[in-house]
């Protein structure tokens, strides 16, 4: 990285220069078999340079190959007229999670195979899991000054998925966390309980007709509706292209009033974050208020083409994608009752809690129409049976106008890699489209 | 580049080892609303080295050329780390020495980075001039991919694939309501495959037309007329995905289900996955175990004949390996995938198919699919009703879903005008995508499917 800020300087670039280094240790099982133990290193740099007034970019994962400049450069002589200079960076450190920690996989290998023959023997299935460790270092700096942010993150996730041939059909269900340092046995006992949760009367078929119901929207099935139209409807690289329905509409009401986002770069995950990764600080931003739309999500080049602000949110996906807007953790405000509280006292609904077929439908504009991959028909308060060959449809923007309540339960789940985390209560709607056999 | 991965396993003088090197060199433009978003080239190369050891494999990357030994060393290591409870013994495979070289009559490479750009603004350009369309985007891919192969065994593959496709798109907007349609284009042909799109991009302009006046679907059970492209996406997503092995071969339940010669679906009904189909988006010479690709039955005539293996997951269950064990890319560890998958010919006339029909739907184009095993979903780009035999207007939204198993026997006819896609996306699996992978088919006609609606 070094000799590529060196020669930029050189060469009197208005340089960007962001460096990542990723290095993953993972042990994988597959059909409840030891399948692999890996240790991978990824590091490459992505440049961005303005020149004449145009934006020019490239990357490499040799991170002292100069040709990084001369493609830049390049590129620059087709790339966007800029409105935008690239900001003065403080000199600031950050770090999440315990970086001494490491996995071990020798401790935790015996308690791995006692939950896999666990799961196997009282569901009768195969099970897939994972056991990571990712340690992560990123590093900014850019021409206007000698300064640069970095940030070195470490992390802990397991996720555990069973697969079984019941007599309601095909069986998957999964559960996944995370942790700031090593894993413990009780800890990956703790997921397998929660995967457990999702396994009530799950041999048994309830039959339904197709219609309109109360559907309890868990965080896997919110994240495919809720989560993904909010997230791009405000996002600034489609609100800067007029591909969003949101453009425009601040300060109006587009959801039930129940319902409050933020996104939250304070929130204790490892989508952390002190500064972007375009160098500016981040800060807690309420996104919809009782159901108003209050702001957007803008990296450094979509607010400059709409004229606003940036929020602080330009997100590198990886070292060689451009910066684009994201939110660092999007946060769905709980509710009081538990799930189980509310569950309790309904008459009739169905809990829809793995969605097959995500993104599939008009997003954006906040269609939705996903397969039941795993439900419940709940009836006098119980969880009666499993739905299936069903289809629940509809539309973001109207259907979550009828909230009748959120849970106080919520789940962390991971978008996009490592860099935007959910974190998302069930949400109870009235009267969405269900459509079965 | 080989002498120097045979160095790297040298030492070793038990078990099985790899390595994979690949180099790539990346090119991406895209224009929207008249201005270039991205143009850009990007180099990427590093490797991978497996080492497998009774059941079990050690992964481990390397960048540079100089880290190889560490890498085999680090692979070795973890793979003797622990026990698996059950040992597996890969079958062992002749060796092979080949230098696959890309047939192409243009090689990308061959053609400027500003005649690239000229192409997206002249397709660009093409997409615009209505009102409605509030975001036009053209993007061209471009991916040169050399990987070398080298195992234990004494294999030596160099093979290159020349990777360029272009892919239009436009956002219409009328009063509310915003629709998106698009169309995406690309193989291993060369770069002759992004030439003379223009037929292809004027449908965009009349796709995003049609969806802004169609009428949201009215969810039901629908008997449906699939184009060749979304019918390539059902059998990829609803049964493809099935038969990769690594899904199946210790779950004693679904091998009972997906036992060979068991009936899958109307004899007319044949599924092949072919990786060794030159110029598909999905060819490769050899797998990422170094196994040749070819053409594999799924279901001939009906029945249940084969399934994609890796050398792994073939030495599990006492069958040959199919060519079908895939990486996307050296940082990954190969899995069972497909290559080019399609539906054969059958007979039926396009008119047939409508052939009393009463109330269905003509589905065309792909957004895009999901499969958990036995129940899948699909989208298409756009729809149209069928009434009493004939093509109605148009409907937007469409997402069929189904069981696989079911809905394989509700195809009761075949046409007979197969073709194969591939564009710009890919497959995915795990954390594994985008796959280069196309599929295809003839028109068909499947009774009974859920179709998601308001």
């Known amino acids: ?437 | 580049m080989i002498e120097e991965l045979k160095r790297g396993l040298g030492h070793i003088s038990e078990g099985y080892a790899d390595i994979r090197y690949e180099v790539w060199r990346t090119t991406s433009i895209n224009m929207i609303n008249g201005k270039i978003e991205v143009a850009s080239t990007h180099v990427i190369s590093g490797g991978s080295v497996r080492y497998y050891h009774r059941g079990a494999y050690g992964f481990s990357t390397f960048t540079r050329l100089e880290d190889i030994e560490g890498a085999v060393r680090s692979a070795e290591n973890l793979a003797k780390l622990l026990k698996p409870k059950e040992e597996v013994v890969l079958k062992p495979q002749s060796p092979v020495k080949d230098i696959v070289e890309p047939k192409v009559s243009i090689n990308p490479n061959k053609i400027t980075f500003d005649e690239k750009v000229e192409l997206v603004k002249k397709y660009h350009d093409l997409l615009t001039g209505n009102d409605k369309f509030v975001a036009v985007s053209v993007t061209y891919g471009e991916n040169l991919l050399t990987r070398y192969f080298v195992n234990t065994e004494g294999t030596e593959i160099i093979e290159e694939r020349p990777y360029c496709g272009i892919s239009g798109s436009i956002t219409g907007r009328d009063g509310n309501l915003l629709q998106r349609a698009f169309r995406s284009f690309g193989d291993l042909r060369g770069y002759e495959t992004v030439l003379r799109r223009e037929a292809d991009f004027e449908e965009i302009k009349k796709d995003v037309l049609d969806l802004l006046r169609a009428d949201k679907v009215e969810g039901g059970v629908y008997t449906v007329i699939l184009d060749p492209q979304i019918a390539g996406v059902f059998i990829h997503e609803a049964f493809g995905h099935l038969s990769e092995s690594d899904l199946i071969f210790r779950n004693e339940k679904l091998k009972e289900i997906m036992t060979l010669g068991k009936d899958m679906g109307t004899d007319l009904l044949s599924v092949v996955d072919d990786g060794s189909l030159e110029g598909e988006r999905g060819f490769i010479a050899y797998d990422d175990d170094g196994i040749k690709s070819r053409k594999n039955y799924l279901i001939k005539n009906g029945k249940l004949v084969g399934r994609l293996h890796s050398r792994y997951t073939s030495s599990l269950m006492g069958e040959e390996p199919t060519g079908n064990s895939r990486a996307v890319n050296f940082n990954y560890m190969p899995i069972v995938r497909m290559t080019n998958t399609y539906i054969e010919n059958g007979t039926e006339t396009f008119e047939g198919l409508l052939e009393g029909i009463q109330r269905g739907l003509y589905v065309l184009g792909a957004l895009g699919g999901q499969t958990e095993l036995e129940m899948f979903t699909f989208s298409s780009a756009k729809a149209y009703k069928i009434e009493n035999g004939k093509i109605g207007s148009p409907v937007r939204d469409v997402v069929l879903s189904g069981n696989v198993f079911e809905t394989l026997k509700n195809i009761d006819a075949i046409g007979n005008d197969l073709q194969m896609y591939g564009g710009l996306g890919g497959c995915g699996k795990g954390a594994q995508v985008p796959l280069p992978v196309s599929d295809g088919a003839p028109h068909i006609r499947i009774k009974n499917v859920i179709i998601g609606g308001r």
């Open chain 1, 1 to 437: 990285m070094e000799r590529i800020v060196s020669e930029a300087k050189k060469k009197e670039l208005n340089y960007e220069v962001f460096f990542t280094k990723e290095e993953t240790k993972s042990l994988n099982f597959e059909q409840s078999e030891l399948k692999d133990i890996s240790h991978k290193i990824i590091e490459g740099i992505g440049v961005r340079l303005i020149h004449n007034g145009r934006m020019g970019a490239s990357s490499s994962n040799n991170v002292s190959n100069l040709e990084v400049l001369d493609f830049a450069l390049n590129s620059a002589r087709f790339g966007k007229e800029v409105q935008f200079t690239f900001p003065e960076l403080p000199l600031h450190s950050e770090s999440f999670g315990d970086s001494k920690s490491e996995l071990e996989f020798e401790k935790l290998y015996p308690v791995i195979n006692e939950i896999v023959r666990y799961l196997e023997n009282k569901y009768q299935g195969k099970v897939d899991l994972s056991l990571t460790q990712m340690k992560l270092y990123q590093k900014l700096t850019n021409y206007r000054c000698e300064n640069y942010i970095e940030r070195n993150t470490t992390f802990f996730d397991f996720g555990l998925s069973l697969f079984s041939v019941t007599s309601s059909g095909f069986l998957i269900t999964y559960s996944w966390s995370w942790k700031k340092s090593g894993l413990t046995s009780d800890d990956l006992w703790n997921i397998t309980r929660k995967m457990e949760q999702t396994l009530v009367n799950y041999d048994k078929i309830a039959k339904i007709t197709s219609g309109r119901y109360k559907v309890i929207f868990s965080p896997y099935a919110l994240l495919s509706t809720l989560g993904i139209t909010i997230s791009s409807g405000v996002n600034g690289f489609n609100l800067a292209r007029r591909m969003s329905p949101l453009l425009s509409k601040l300060n109006e009401k587009i959801l039930n009033e129940k319902i409050n986002i933020t996104d939250d770069p304070n929130l204790d995950t490892p989508s952390k974050r002190g500064f972007d990764d375009e160098g500016l600080r981040t800060a807690k931003r309420s996104i919809i208020e009782n159901g108003t739309l209050k702001d957007y999500i803008l990296n450094l080049d979509s607010a400059a083409e709409l004229k606003m602000n940036p929020t602080g949110n330009g997100i590198r996906y990886s070292f060689s994608s451009l910066p684009l807007p994201g939110f660092h953790n999007f946060a769905v405000q709980e509710g009081e009752r538990s799930l189980k509280d509310i569950i309790r006292g309904m008459d009739n609904a169905i809990l829809f809690l793995i969605p097959i077929g995500e993104g599939q439908s008009n997003i954006i504009m906040g269609d939705y129409s996903l397969n039941v991959g795993l439900g419940y028909y709940v009836e006098n308060g119980e969880i009666v049976g499993r739905v299936k060959d069903t289809m629940i449809s509809g539309n973001v923007y109207t259907d979550f106008q009828e909230v009748l309540e959120i849970s106080k339960d919520t789940e962390l789940l991971m978008s996009r890699g490592y860099n935007t985390f959910f974190n998302l209560p069930f949400i109870i709607v009235d009267n969405v489209s269900v459509t079965t056999k």
